[in-house]
């Protein structure tokens, strides 16, 4: 089935030594705008400054907790077409002089961390998305679960992150919204997010720990002091 084209931003980096990391870690945001196809040609250049710099703010924010182990290495720009894949080569933005997390201490393995989940608008399928955070040294409760300071603060980082990546994107596409990719409908569809949701259960990238009960902070544009989901 048939997609909407839009820009698929993978940020990425590694654990261990720069110069010879251990692992490599990353996540996807998706833009676009709801109904409408991607009016950009492929090639076109859109990661831009401030883009680079929300990056490695948000690896470097201490309220973060992200591991002295984590360093950015880049950000690709795939343009995605109606099929569902790449259109051309990437655009690639090497992060100079990668920057490391704040944090001292391992908490958890490397190969464990948070999920935020992304909430689009509407009904059924496809309405929701999700990203995985490199290593944390996590405050843990008694129960097993990120404690609810810790999770308020990566909410209110991923939200300033997030609000600082659509702005970069926007200098060159004004009507981009960070959105939900799917594959639902003749057409297929990209819904703008309107919630996202810290989870606080850590789990691993391969699958849910599902043995203790979830209560993610969701938060809106609302309450998040930023303007991510900007309608």
């Known amino acids: 089935m048939p997609y909407t084209p839009h820009w698929l931003f993978s940020f990425r980096g590694g654990l261990g030594?720069?110069?010879?990391?251990?692992?490599?870690?990353s996540f996807g945001l998706r833009f676009g705008v709801p109904g409408v196809a991607n009016p950009l040609v492929p090639g076109s250049r859109i990661i831009t400054g401030p883009m680079v710099n929300a990056?490695?703010?948000?690896?470097?924010?201490?309220?973060?907790?992200?591991?002295?182990?984590?360093?950015t290495r880049e950000i690709r720009a795939y343009h995605i077409g109606a099929n569902g894949k790449i259109l051309d080569t990437p655009v690639i933005e090497v992060i100079p002089s990668p920057n490391t997390g704040q944090a001292s201490g391992l908490a958890v393995p490397w190969q464990n961390s948070l999920?935020?989940?992304?909430?689009a608008g509407a009904l059924g399928k496809g309405r929701f998305g999700r990203i995985y955070l490199p290593p944390q040294n996590y405050s843990m409760t008694p129960q097993?679960?990120?404690?609810?300071?810790?999770?308020?603060?990566?909410?209110?980082?991923?939200?300033s992150f997030l609000a600082a990546i659509q702005l970069g994107v926007r200098t060159q596409w004004p009507d981009a919204r960070l959105?939900?990719?799917?594959?639902?409908?003749?057409?297929?569809?990209?819904?703008?997010?309107?919630?996202?949701?810290?989870?606080k259960v850590v789990d691993t990238q391969r699958r849910r720990r599902r043995s203790i009960p979830e209560t993610p902070l969701v938060m809106t544009g609302a309450s998040a002091a930023?303007?991510?989901?900007a309608a």
């Open 179 to 199: 959105v939900v990719a799917g594959k639902t409908g003749p057409l297929g569809t990209i819904r703008r997010v309107e919630e996202l949701r810290v989870g």
């Open 115 to 119: 999920a935020i989940t992304f909430k």
């Open 17 to 25: 030594p720069i110069a010879d990391p251990t692992e490599e870690w």
């Open 226 to 229: 930023s303007s991510w989901n």
């Open 144 to 159: 097993g679960t990120v404690a609810a300071e810790s999770a308020t603060n990566y909410g209110t980082g991923v939200s």
């Open 55 to 71: 990056f490695q703010a948000l690896i470097q924010d201490t309220s973060m907790s992200f591991l002295a182990a984590v360093h």
